[in-house]
């Protein structure tokens, strides 16, 4: 019951509530979280929300390109054409049906391969007593640095037989003529993404692994439990959570991926959804567009998926008050013979393929690795019509300097402007943890995370392929300019779709820098802008750096964020080694893959030895 004296209390006059109200609102608007979150909010619905609904209009509007398959349509109307051809037409089979097939087989395959491989690693290096530990926790991670394409390049350089032409593999050179199933098509391609994505479960699964005092194994072991049976029933259920999470990366990278099923599919027409997605979109947008949508859809309830797995799962508490202690597992026997298969492993995914495309950079012909066929003409060499076309050696094309120039450029405008944008939506996050605001930016950043590459890109080519121009007061206002064909949408596909990872590693930066010291800049009459230039990113600059660094190895790397927006005069060297690569010039292509592995390792090893960079945030395509 309230008290006389709150029941009896007059009611405020309306011109003192409405003078709260608007000093509340004042405050509100003048607030500086508010303003940037604002912004925040404004930017990713034009930059995320609008092309996807852009995409998703262009699938039910008549283009001017398709008018003449659609009799009696007109430019603008309203169609389900696009759709019913993906879907029920004749050519919905060989279109889309077959092509998803095959990607559900390769990403179902890929992902139980390599979080078998990289699971079963991260248990040895966290809980075993294996040997050279320090050399191998580097040496698991280098063949994630070499991009899956390079490994696809690697592979054929071995594997190619005469079956298509061309020149023949390194075990066709030798006598052994390789079969087709193992050459090219799904068994090519899940061997290839399954030795490059088991990173993903190697770092997160080695993170869960230490988070897990071995007491909890221990005490399984006092009551007579046995190794499997501790395996089965304490340590699989603690780590469940990091495996559905390397089985959302793995799934999701290799049902979109683009570089690896175009170099071992397409040359024996097996077709996945991503490549069918990029021969389709070059004639028909809006079926391409439809596609595109499919692998958003199919990423999205992928997720969902795992997100009800873990919220339906047990919680168990594994760090307490008490310290914690990791005794490790004797190998005993096992050991010598574990040291053996972990650095052939490595021999397979990471010396061989290098080793193989180096040497290839110097057989003058294709196919011949006898010591009379070594050349350094794909290097060094001037122009000579009787050699790969007249293509000059990398470092003496001007060509080859304008796609360094386009790659650094793309890097380092994206890397920066990626991060810095990663501090700010950090500090809505950390900042607004409680708050509705903080919540709606944290979920808006993640949607690209959801999103292929590929599809991301093509969302892209839908929103900025044509101007769109609104009348306001009488002037035209251009609302979305025509960007296809410019560097610029290049930069801003790249940061967009690197924005979950900078957000992640802001959040995680901020969080560590308390609001009392902004508080008392404040109290010393400092604005918001001082603050944080003089208090906040001055204590976040290391952890800035970090992201950069991590980031800017990403977006080296990318082929099939960017494949469908590239132009020849924008190109940057993964596409220019994808080029040379498909039109046959194998020794060229491979030493551009050289280099550009090389300016990846160099950035990585900047990052680690100068910022103490985690390479599980830098993950990318």
């Known amino acids: ?41 404004l930017l990713l619905v034009y930059l995320i929300v609008v092309p996807l609904i852009e995409m998703i209009r262009t699938t039910f509007t008549v283009a001017r390109a398709d008018l003449r398959r659609m009799k009696g349509a007109s430019v603008g109307e309203a169609t389900l054409y696009y759709w019913e051809r993906l879907l029920f037409s004749d050519v919905s089979r060989n279109l889309f049906w077959l092509p998803l097939k095959n990607s559900l087989v390769i990403a179902f395959s890929t992902s139980a391969i390599s979080i078998s491989l990289g699971a ?35 592979w054929l350089a071995v594997f190619r037989n005469d079956t298509i032409g061309g020149a023949a593999g390194f075990l066709s050179y030798l006598g052994i003529q390789s079969p087709d199933w193992l050459a090219y098509g799904p068994v090519a391609i899940i061997i290839v993404l399954s030795i490059h994505y088991y990173a993903y479960a190697y770092l997160l699964v080695s993170a869960a692994l230490r988070s897990v005092n071995s007491e909890l ?88 998926i795992n997100q009800r797995l873990i919220g339906s799962r047990k919680s168990y508490a594994t760090i307490g008050g008490k310290g914690g202690r990791s005794t490790l597992m004797s190998l005993g026997k096992w050991k010598v013979p574990l040291v053996i298969l972990l650095c052939l492993f490595l021999m ?159 959040t995680s930066n901020m969080l560590q820098i308390s609001n009392e010291l902004e508080e008392a800049g404040q109290l010393a009459g400092a604005n918001f802008v001082s603050r944080f230039m003089r208090i906040v990113f001055p204590l976040a600059k290391n952890g800035f750096m970090s992201g950069l660094m991590l980031i800017l190895i990403s977006i080296m790397k990318e082929l099939d964020l960017i494949i469908i927006l590239m132009t020849p005069t924008q190109a940057t060297l993964p596409y220019m080694a994808y080029t040379y690569s498909t039109s046959g010039f194998q020794q060229p292509a491979s030493a551009v893959a050289i280099v550009m592995f090389a300016m990846v390792f160099f950035f990585y090893w900047i990052a680690n030895k100068f910022f103490h960079a985690d390479i599980a945030g830098g993950l990318g395509g």
């Not at 966290?126 to 991009?147: C, E, G, H, N, Q």
């Open 1 to 41: 019951m309230p008290s006389p004296k709150k029941r009896n209390a007059p009611a405020l006059p309306r011109d003192v509530l409405a003078r709260r109200r608007k000093n509340r609102l004042k405050s509100a608007l003048i607030n500086p979280y508010n303003i940037i979150t604002l912004i925040a909010v």
């Open 348 to 506: 397979v995914s990471v010396v061989l393929p290098l080793g193989i495309l180096l040497y290839q950079t110097f057989m003058l012909r294709a196919g011949d690795y006898g010591i009379s066929n070594f050349t350094l003409h794909y290097w060094f060499g001037a122009a000579d019509p009787t050699i790969a076309d007249g293509l000059p050696g990398v470092f003496k094309s001007s060509q080859f300097w304008m796609f360094v120039l386009n790659t650094l450029k793309l890097v380092g405008l994206t890397s920066l402007i990626a991060t810095l944008c990663g501090q700010m939506l950090g500090y809505i996050n950390s900042r607004g943890r409680h708050l509705r605001s903080g919540k709606l930016v944290e979920q808006m950043v993640f949607i690209p995370y959801l999103i292929p590459s590929i599809a991301f890109g093509a969302m892209y080519l839908a929103m900025f392929a044509n101007a769109t121009r609104v009348n306001v007061l009488g002037m035209n206002v251009t609302l979305i300019p025509s960007l296809y064909g410019t560097f610029t949408v290049l930069v801003l596909v790249s940061i967009v779709k690197h924005l979950p990872f900078a957000s992640r590693a802001g």
């Open 217 to 304: 194994e221990e005490m399984g072991e006092i009551v007579g439990a046995g190794k499997s049976l501790i395996l089965r029933k304490i340590t699989f259920p603690l780590i469940l959570p990091a495996l559905l999470s390397s089985l959302i990366l793995t799934f999701s990278k290799s049902m979109g991926t683009f570089g690896v099923p175009s170099f071992l599919g397409l040359k024996v027409n097996y077709y996945t959804i991503s490549t069918s997605l990029h021969a389709t979109i070059q004639r028909e947008k809006g079926t391409g567009f439809a596609i595109s949508l499919v692998l958003i859809a199919i990423a999205s309830i992928n997720i969902f």
């Open 120 to 154: 079963m690693i991260a248990w040895l290096m966290v809980r075993t007593d294996l040997p050279y530990k320090k050399f191998f926790s580097l040496a698991v991670i280098i063949p994630y640095m070499l991009p899956s394409w390079c490994k696809s390049m690697a």
